[in-house]
């Protein structure tokens, strides 16, 4: 079975600066897909980027970057210039290519500090 | 419609008695999806239905959860003699089908349900 494994459950940053969230999965498969979701307090999940595995290079959305390592199983998502606003709870996910299941790790508590 | 849509936002009920809760997916999306997250807590699945096939159940805690989706459409979940520890956030989600290569594969989740059970 696939799980996903974020280490990190609470992380903090000063606002403007760069932080990066980790999240590690366990798959056999080959082809898939990963996600980054964002949940603010209103509880309201949000996709914030999305990775295709069979693509090397690294997806990006404006302040947010993925670091896709696929022979590591790792997909951390960098926040730059950080707001007052990217406070949220972060849950990566993954999915299978010829899936439906979405697989979520437990989430990583981010703080902005003004 | 534009967006999933899960009625009602909050439901305070009284131990023992029955709830109903409900998520109208995004138009044209075969995958329909709940979850439980209790508070500060990552996603419990919980059953997911795709297209005409068998839903998956296998996240159901206890026989007392059921959901069905008619018409491939409008999706309830019911949760038959509440108890507390059933209090949580239930989160609906809905995607399109995989493997299709460009296509948008995400989850595109509902507001929630908040189900307080005293």
């Known amino acids: 079975a696939q799980t996903v494994t974020q280490s990190q459950p609470e992380m903090s940053v000063q606002e403007a600066e760069t932080v990066t969230l980790s999240c590690t999965y366990d798959t056999s498969e080959s082809d898939y897909y990963l996600f980054w979701y964002k949940q603010p307090p209103s509880r309201q999940m949000i996709l914030v980027i999305r990775?295709?595995?069979?693509?090397?290079q690294n997806a990006t959305e404006n302040r947010f970057s993925v670091n896709f390592q696929k022979a590591a199983k790792s997909f951390s998502l960098k926040i730059s210039d950080s707001q007052l606003g990217d406070a949220a709870m972060y849950f990566c996910?993954?999915?299978?290519?010829?899936?439906?299941?979405?697989?979520f790790g437990t989430g990583t508590s981010l703080t902005v500090i003004p | 419609g534009a967006g999933v849509s899960q009625s009602p936002s909050n439901k305070v009920t009284e131990k023992g008695k029955d709830v109903e809760l409900r998520c109208d997916p995004i138009s044209g999306h075969t995958a329909l999806y709940w979850y439980r997250q209790s508070l500060g807590q990552g996603l419990e699945f919980l059953i997911y239905f795709q297209g005409n096939s068998a839903p998956d159940k296998s996240g159901l805690p206890s026989d007392r959860f059921s959901a069905e989706r008619t018409g491939g459409s409008v999706s309830t979940l019911t949760i038959q003699r509440t108890q507390q520890e059933d209090s949580a956030v239930y989160l609906c989600a809905s995607s399109l089908r995989t493997g299709v290569v460009g296509r948008n594969t995400e989850a595109f989740f509902g507001q929630g349900t908040r189900l307080t059970v005293v």
């Open positions: 990775q295709e595995a069979y693509k090397q």
């Open positions: 996910a993954y999915r299978r290519y010829t899936g439906n299941q979405f697989y």
